[in-house]
């Protein structure tokens, strides 16, 4: 039973423009929502988190929208790069477990020069 | 400021053997969280060590087990490897004692069990 879903495996986009990647969750309890970036033979980096208090998140480039009545979070990435090429990861956790995190599947996306 | 350092990056094992893999978090943080990375299942909780005591597990058997010391580094043990087990076994960092907080992630351990 996956509780947070990537249904996008792969996104292309070219260099310039916004890159939209998306993430569903089943689980009401998750109150606290995080995107990390993993390049291969590195470990995952924190890019942006959002609480469920809000409904949005800015850092840069880097915006995290929450709607909690669809369960729904994404990551918008504007102006994508060539060096955003990675594999991104949606993440949840619930209250009292902060660091127990379930993750997505993860999502590759190529900025394409 | 170093980051988490796991060692080691990489060990081959056989059925049937234990492994121990170690975790240095970052200095000044007291919580280490494992992961375990596979293709198919993706990334999974393992377990969560605050100040030296267990706080959270996740759904794995009884063969994986941890333990965190005085100074905050951990360690995890997988006895009775299966092949199964073979996967990137990922450490996590925070500073948060409670609440939320970011994870800084090593740079994991691969474990192959022939």
């Known amino acids: 039973d996956q509780q947070v879903k990537q249904n996008s495996p792969s996104l292309s986009v070219q260099e310039g423009r916004i890159s939209i990647l998306n993430c569903d969750y089943t689980?009401?309890?998750?109150?606290?929502f995080l995107w990390y970036k993993k390049y291969p033979a590195e470990g995952p980096t924190f890019l942006i988190s959002?609480?469920?208090?809000?409904d949005k998140n800015e850092d840069g480039r880097f915006t995290v929208f929450l709607n909690k009545s669809a369960k729904h979070l994404s990551l918008h990435i504007v102006p994508s790069q060539p060096g955003d090429s990675a594999v991104y990861f949606c993440?949840?956790?619930?209250?009292?477990?902060?660091?127990?995190?379930?993750f997505g599947s993860g999502t590759q996306l190529t900025v394409l020069p | 400021k170093a980051g988490v350092t796991q060692t080691p990056r990489y060990l081959i094992k056989t059925r049937g053997q234990q492994v121990t893999l170690s975790c240095s978090p970052i200095?000044?943080?007291?919580?280490v969280s494992w992961y375990q990375q596979t293709p198919g299942q993706g990334l999974q909780f393992l377990f969560e060590?605050?100040?030296?005591?267990?706080?959270n597990k996740g759904n794995f058997p009884g063969r994986f087990s941890g333990r965190q010391f005085s100074n905050s580094r951990s360690e995890m043990n997988v006895s009775t490897l299966e092949l199964g087990d073979s996967a990137l076994y990922l450490c996590a960092s925070s500073l948060a004692g409670q609440g939320t907080g970011e994870l800084f992630f090593g740079e994991g351990s691969r474990l192959t069990v022939l």
């Open positions: 993440a949840a956790s619930a209250s009292g477990s902060a660091r127990q995190l379930t």
């Open positions: 689980n009401s309890m998750f109150d606290y």
């Open positions: 060590y605050f100040s030296e005591t267990q706080r």
């Open positions: 200095s000044g943080h007291r919580s």
């Open positions: 959002i609480s469920s208090i809000k």
